[in-house]
């Protein structure tokens, strides 16, 4: 099997060297590498330049086009079997293409995905961030699991297609804005098997700060609403949650002025969800740092998934953006 892996990367270069050294220690060699800058202001080229001896690696600078349609711009250019996408903020483990390998010789599929892991290196606050998106008692645990629901839908910050995935479905229609669910809705109804490869996780470092985190999440949200304009029956009672969460947090605070006996009733669920949170987080990293920031994580994932959401559903069914 030959893989090509394909990054599009906007202003990180120091992320794409993360990420390419890792590539460096696989145990399974037979890939290589498309590195697509989408007009970065910052460029990568010299950090790609360190590699070139170490991997079989590409390099392709163009115009601003959205991560969607760099990573299609990556697959006409792809010798491979089958097209792997990663995000630039993504470290691989050495098991990764090997893992793969494997799973496919004995269950072959058309597409996977894996899920992603903390690396102990991260900083506490990344830690708390990629719990918040992991967790099962968030919404970070739809994902990486055996036991999603429903039919596994492949992320492109951690996803492999076949060739004939790529041919027939013509990769992505959006670049930004839900994109790579689309793109996986998409191969899955063209008749196309997904599986999850729990093995093939990664390290995945996300934002570094919360302000970035809340405007990351809060686009996931209005993704999820974008997506429904397409595909209507794609959004689930388990994708309304967070704006339930978010309801009931304003309630929280504003029913104090209304009735102290009702603010105690709803404060109650609210404190044994952190509690809750707060114990399943520490038993991950024995941290107590990481425990309550990734307590604060949550609340601001579920806030921001669920003010996105409320947001791009009020806006009605307008024209897809892909702003």
């Known amino acids: ?35 697509v800058e989408d007009g970065s202001v910052v460029p990568c ?40 996408v990663f995000d630039s903020d993504c470290i691989i483990p050495p098991h990764y293409f090997e893992t793969v390998c494997q799973s496919l010789l004995r269950d072959p599929v058309d597409a996977w995905g894996g899920p992603d892991r903390s690396h102990p290196d991260f900083t506490p606050l990344q830690k708390a961030i990629s719990y918040a998106m992991t967790s099962p008692f968030t919404t970070g645990g739809i994902r990486g699991r055996k036991n999603h629901i429903g ?32 793109f996986s809705i998409r191969i899955i109804r063209s008749g196309f098997q997904t599986a999850l490869i729990e093995e093939a996780y990664v390290y995945h470092k996300r934002r570094t700060n919360f302000r970035e985190f809340f405007r990351q999440l809060h686009y996931f949200g209005r993704a999820r609403v974008n997506i429904r304009r397409i595909y209507p029956d794609e959004v689930k009672p388990i994708h309304i949650m967070p704006a339930l969460f978010l309801i009931g947090l304003v309630l929280l605070v504003v029913m104090p002025l209304w009735s102290f006996s009702l603010f105690l009733l709803l404060l109650t669920p609210f404190v044994l969800y952190t509690l809750l949170l707060w114990m399943h987080a520490y038993s991950r990293d024995r941290n107590l740092y990481v425990s309550t920031l990734a307590v604060l994580a949550s609340y601001i994932q579920l806030a921001a998934y669920g003010a996105g959401f409320l947001q791009e559903l009020f806006r009605g069914n307008r024209k897809i953006t892909e702003d």
């Open 1 to 35: 099997m030959f893989f090509s892996v394909i990054v599009p990367v906007y202003n990180r270069p120091g992320e794409i060297k993360e990420l390419l050294e890792s590539l460096t220690h696989q145990t399974y060699t037979h890939f290589e590498v498309i590195i």
């Open 45 to 84: 080229r010299d950090q790609v330049a360190e590699f070139k001896n170490k991997l079989n690696i590409h390099y392709y600078r163009k115009e601003n086009s959205g991560q969607g349609f760099s990573r299609n711009y990556g697959f006409k250019r792809a010798k491979g079997d089958f097209l792997v």
């Open 151 to 182: 039919t596994f839908h492949p992320r492109s910050f951690n996803m492999g297609i076949s060739r004939e995935v790529y041919e027939k479905t013509g990769g992505y229609r959006l670049t930004r804005m839900g994109e790579d669910l689309e």
